[in-house]
T-cell receptor
């Protein structure tokens, strides 16, 4: 069974440009999460989808970040326009809806974003 | 606000030695997780601890939880090179119907095991 996959693995863009990160969760997983680790800092929660609905987006830094999950399958996270402080590793994780109680998350390998 | 602190942040160990990583958290938590990450790879779940006094062991790693002290430990026994990785603890609290997937992470402990 395929795990959580993320694309691209690494993106280098200039300040002011736009980047879209994609996450494909494990098939059948209704919960999808985005996390971010800025260099030297903790991994921080960004938002949570249940199917196509945003359950909790309290961790989104500002309105330059837009997450979508049309159809309740894959998700995208767009940063527009990117700023230097957006550099970091963006992790996606998924869990089955029954994982509501088990809490087991499966993480992708992350997308490293470098903003120059 | 829930905060999680790990120490040490860097740990250099000799093979065969024992050591403990500590994870303190600031408020009541429902569950505590330990993850391992190899460079450029995903976070791999090691342990989920649900209740006070919980102890879990897998190979050379043993995790325990003291909810009264808000402390978890990850003990490494007779370290081997393959254990070199970054270890994270994370906690969650199911407040108001949010799922257990909203984790608050510690800073991570970079473990290096050398001969």
């Amino acid at each position: 069974e395929a795990g959580v996959t993320q694309f691209p693995s690494h993106s280098v863009i200039e300040k002011g440009q736009t980047v879209t990160l994609r996450c494909d969760p494990i098939s059948g997983h209704d919960n999808l999460y985005w996390y971010r680790r800025v260099m030297g800092k903790e991994i921080k929660f960004l938002l949570h989808f249940v199917k196509e609905s945003k359950q909790d987006e309290s961790g989104m830094p500002n309105n330059r970040f837009l997450a979508e999950r049309t159809g309740g399958t894959y998700s995208t996270l767009k940063v527009q326009p990117a700023e230097l402080e957006d550099s970091g590793v963006y992790f996606c994780a998924s869990s089955h809806l029954s994982g509501y109680n088990t809490g087991e998350l499966f993480f992708g390998e992350g997308s490293r974003l470098t903003v120059l | 606000e829930l905060k999680v602190e790990q120490n040490p942040l860097f740990l250099s160990m000799q093979e065969g030695k024992n050591y403990t990583i500590y994870c303190n958290y600031s408020t009541t938590s429902d569950r505590l997780y330990w993850y391992r990450q190899d460079p450029g790879k995903s976070l791999e779940s090691l342990f989920v601890l649900l209740s006070n006094g919980a102890v879990k062991q897998e190979g050379r790693l043993m995790a325990s939880l003291d909810t009264k002290a808000r402390l978890s430990t990850l003990h490494i026994t007779a370290a081997v090179h393959d254990l070199s990785a970054t270890y994270f603890c994370a906690v969650t609290f199911n407040a108001g119907g949010t799922s257990y997937g909203k984790l608050t992470f510690g800073q991570g402990t970079i473990l290096t095991v050398h001969p």
